[in-house]
């Protein structure tokens, strides 16, 4: 088993970043390490680097104002820690991770089977990269910062501990965290439930548009630029649309897709146990989980949601995987 106080004794100056487009799980398993550290080692340089836009929702965890947006070239870094991602999702503060003299790789998702550090960590059947470093984490280390943040990353890539990605160990795990006596209801509420008045109407305006296919088993939705500039809004609002959009009775694939640039997509999909949504984000250069995927994908609308349908079709066809490979 990993173990971090040792491969970060020597250090002077860590680095730790997740992923572009940072989501709960990625955010609070940054700022759990960061706090663990400097419980360990006060007097060390530990620093969270993280591209925006990062949800304001998470203001509350400890560092979240410490987190550094801007990458100069001329920064070093003993040790550096990938959370949440493999290397290519990095991105700007991937030559950090390159450059460091040790890198290390944590991470849950199917996607990324081999890890891309000198010491990696990958469990695709663990809930979060958050409990993944919870079971990592000297408990001495622990105090009640290092908890919420470890919690909300398990709430929010579990859905409040609906996906089939919960077992039993990560409610245990849940219950030792509540312990360190954080208000875990509020927490569950301001980053899971609570939306602003315009993520209301932004989320309101995709379920009345969106379109049901393949006999309403799949559903998706999209949001264009000029959408998303009359309203005003950017990609932290449109937290939670593809979970709405997977709660429709009967679907078993929804799909979210906002335009980034021109003809450019990033899709998010979700599933029922019956397609892997991970394999199908794989063809398209994305990842993720086997109920939770995305990628980024180019042509119009009509193109992408054939391109994916097809793929769809096959695993709810339970066609057999060399066949698949055909397509």
């Known amino acids: 088993m990993l173990d971090i106080i040792k491969e970060c004794g020597d250090a ?6 997740g992923h572009i487009r940072p989501d709960g799980d990625a955010i609070s398993s940054c700022l759990a390490l960061r706090k663990y550290l400097l419980n360990a080692f006060p007097d060390k340089e530990i620093v969270v680097n993280l591209e925006n836009p990062i949800p304001t929702i998470f203001n509350d965890e400890a560092g979240y ?21 493999n290397r290519e999702r990095l991105g700007e503060t991937v030559k950090y991770f390159d450059g460091a003299a040790k890198r290390i790789n944590i991470d849950h998702h199917e996607s990324n089977k081999n890890g891309a550090g000198d010491l990696n960590v990958v469990d695709p059947d663990i809930s979060s990269t958050c409990e993944l470093l919870y079971t990592l984490f000297d408990k001495k280390y622990i105090d009640a910062d290092v908890a919420r943040c470890i919690y909300t990353g398990m709430v929010t890539d579990t859905g409040v501990f609906q996906y089939s990605s919960t077992t039993p160990e990560t409610m ?9 006596g954080f208000d875990h209801t509020s927490l569950i509420q301001r980053v899971f439930y609570e939306r602003t008045y315009l993520q209301s109407q932004i989320l309101g305006r995709c379920l009345m548009e969106s379109v049901r ?14 959408t998303q500039q009359f309203y005003g809004v950017v990609s932290k609002d449109f ?17 979210f897709m906002y335009e980034i640039a021109g003809q450019e997509f990033k899709v998010s999909m979700r599933s029922s146990e019956k397609v892997n949504v991970a394999k199908i984000a794989e063809r398209f250069g994305g990842g993720g989980h086997a109920r939770a995927a995305g990628c980024n994908m180019t042509g119009n609308v009509y193109d992408c949601v054939n391109n994916l349908s097809k793929y769809i079709e096959r695993q709810l ?6 066949e698949e490979a055909h397509v």
């Open 12 to 17: 002077k100056r860590i680095g730790i970043s």
């Open 65 to 85: 104002d410490e987190i550094k947006r801007e990458f100069p070239d001329d920064v070093t870094y003993d040790v550096y820690f990938s959370l949440d991602c």
């Open 172 to 180: 245990r795990r849940a219950a030792e965290l509540m312990e360190y």
């Open 213 to 226: 296919f393949m006999g309403g088993r799949c559903v998706v939705s999209w949001l264009d630029l000029k």
């Open 239 to 255: 937290e939670g649309i593809v979970s709405q959009l997977r709660n429709i009775r009967d679907v078993d694939v929804s799909i």
């Open 317 to 322: 066809d339970n066609l057999p995987e060399e």
